[in-house]
């Protein structure tokens, strides 16, 4: 039996081996496919802005920059596509260095409030010139200061708020709110609209990468079908996790929570006597 036992131990580390080895072929291929798919779906989205703005250029070249005011109208949607194709670049980069892990989190302390002020003030112009009101809602006396990397974060309410004010279809009485909830050890940011709503079948997937609930009406809003996919990457990057709940007709609600910061701060007497 003594000559059995190390054959068998052999046996067992060559099996490990192969099904180590195996292991990393799967995710190899893994790999391949996922940077395949990536490539098509990145092609696929930068075609439509590209030929949409030759198209308008060309045809401007071709004698329609004489006319004043058709001039104007294909200048103003090759800009348009081209701010599309800018949000599409910026959007792929950010997702491409998440999902590669080649991300960097600049992780410090910062008021919550203040950015989502500054967030709603860069938004408040589209808002109104969508009709949408805009409010900002957070208990004066609580402490706003959170943990996390903060130009991300402004990134996350950016995109929530721009998809709130974005696939509002209300004629009338359009409302979006940004609220802040303080808890004993975190905050609460939420982003409320009462817009078009999500299908149930459809909300399992907002998160995905190139995901749009109606097509061709997203991808004329300017939707890239990446800021979700971002959102939520982000998110989890803070430990954090993006909710959602929203009805069909009634709107949307899209919720996530950050660590509450105590502030420190020691009493000015003291400040002054040290000094
Ligand atoms: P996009 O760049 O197309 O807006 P997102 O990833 O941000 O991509 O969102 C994915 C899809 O989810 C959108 O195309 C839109 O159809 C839907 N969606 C997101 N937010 C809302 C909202 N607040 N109300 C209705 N639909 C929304």
Known sequence: NASVSPLRKINKVINNY???????????QKN????????ADISHELKT??????????????GAID???VRMKFLKRAAKNLDSLDKLVKDLLTLNQI?????????????????????IDQL???????????????????????????????????NLLFNAINYNNKKKGAMVEVELKSGKSSIQVSVKDNGRGIPAEDLKRIFERFYRVEKSRSKEKG??????????????GHKSKISVSSTVGTGSIFSFSLP????????????SREV
């Open 124 to 158: 408040e112009h589209k808002a109104s010139k969508k009709g949408v009101e805009l409010t900002f809602k957070y208990d004066e006396q609580a402490n706003h200061l959170t943990y996390g990397d903060e130009d991300k974060i402004y990134r996350v309410i950016q």
């Open 223 to 236: 939707g890239t079908g990446l800021g979700l996919a971002i959102v939520k990457h982000v998110l989890e």
């Open 67 to 69: 006319d004043k005011q």
């Open 260 to 271: 509450l910061v105590k502030e420190d701060k020691a009493p000015e007497n003291e400040i």
């Open 32 to 39: 391949a496919e996922y940077r395949r798919e990536f490539v």
């Open 99 to 119: 999902e590669t892990g080649d991300i960097h989190f600049n992780f410090g302390e910062f008021n919550l409030k203040n950015l989502a002020n500054e967030v």
């Open 49 to 62: 802005p590209i030929f949409a703005t030759q198209g308008y250029i060309h045809t401007l070249l071709d």
């Open 18 to 28: 192969a099904i180590a080895q195996q292991k990393e072929i799967d995710t190899l």
